[in-house]
């Protein structure tokens, strides 16, 4: 990357995270070792609990109503513009969830790349949309800092056919309905620390990765690389999520439509936000509050044994697709956090030689597999930001030294 005055510092790396409820941004140094100036996040959007929080040693916390994506937006723009007036912004990198079959490597966000994300906004609404805001809001913002686009799809482009391909008629895959995967940011984040933590024979190894959060996906790894995911063409498919349903009957939307006159824009709300967790509960998404209800809540304990039972499945699926399991890797809110959603996941799973020691698990800690189970057991912590200013760089770096002298 070149410096466009001599004596300039070498410049920052802005990463930007937006979800359905949240956005989540780090900046980071734009050499490497790439050390983290300050991170943040505009969390609950759209809530009573909506805040603003950086991060960067003095620890800004300011909580305030933040009723949309478009709200939140301009609050980060505007604090971006007056913290970032003295630095030199190299790139901006944004986490892409949907590219479709098309766009699914790190690229710079062009013009054509800009109208494909444009069109597909109605193949995942929940995420597009906010995602081309963002993208429109701080091109403006910063038009000296490329920004590009990493897609949270790209991880599983490794998929055999025989997982990626949809059973339905074969004219459907060649328009590029495929089975795409989701949460690749995530997965790519824990690779990298069972790297630094277990060396190349754990990352050599059959690994499930378990992100298990508001949304939630299971990932087989082996020697490397996503042979397969439960998440499919859309993050919906899966397991059971906070509101998102995983999986159903395709001749679900037959029945509700003839039955009840569900349309098909009320179907993929429903799947999308009425559903998971809070429908089958009909008290909250949020696995926390279930569990502390289940006591005297049948329908929420209800819920919690279903997310158990499904996730459980799903491990177990994953390992088949391997022919077996090496290492087992907790992370998201959910996987992180929650030993008690982690203990149930586990049990019953000795035949795959997964054993979690109790103590370990109540605490939290980083292994939690017994000494004599033969699978490793690990909780970790996903830096989805690091993996976006990782990849800006290697993208950048390398059309630096494809076209020497040119600028980032």
Known sequence: MSHDHPGDTPGSILAVNAGSTSIKFS?????????????????GIGTAASAFHVDDGARLMRRFAIPDHVTAVRVLADWLLERLARERLVAIGHRVVYGGSGYRATQVLGPALLGALFDASS???????????????????????????????????????VASMLPIPRRFHAAGLVRLGFHGLSCASMMAEL???????????????????????????????????????????GMMMATR?????????????????????????????????????????????????APSEPAAA??????????????????????????????????????????????????????IDPVRNAAHAAVISTARGAVTVRIMRTDEEAVIAQQVHELLGQAATAAPGAGA
């Open 27 to 43: 900046l980071f140094a734009a050499e490497a070792p790439r050390q983290r100036i300050f991170a943040g996040a505009i969390d």
């Open 123 to 161: 193949c995942d609404p929940d995420h597009l949309p906010q995602e081309r805001l963002l993208i429109d809001t701080l091109r403006r913002a910063f038009p000296g800092a490329s920004q590009v686009a990493c897609f949270d799809t790209a991880f599983h482009m490794t998929m055999p056919p």
């Open 195 to 237: 790297a630094r933590l277990g060396g190349q024979e754990a990352v050599g190894g059959k690994v499930v990765l378990a992100h298990l959060g508001g949304g939630a996906s299971m990932t087989a790894v082996k020697a490397g690389r996503s042979c397969d995911t439960s998440m499919g063409l859309t993050p919906a498919g």
């Open 245 to 293: 349903s995983g999986d159903v009957d395709p001749g679900l939307g037959w029945r509700l439509a003839r039955e009840h006159q569900v349309s098909a824009a009320q179907l993929n709300h429903m799947v999308n936000h009425d559903s998971g967790l809070k429908g089958v509960s009909g008290i909250s998404g949020d696995l926390r509050v279930l569990l502390d209800m």
């Open 302 to 355: 209800e819920a919690v044994d279903m997310f158990c039972y499904q996730a459980r499945k799903q491990l177990c699926a994953m390992a088949g697709a391997m022919e077996g399991i090496d290492t087992l890797v907790f992370a998201g809110g959910v996987g992180e956090h929650l030993d008690a959603v982690r203990a149930r996941i586990c049990a019953g799973l000795g035949f795959l030689g997964i054993e």
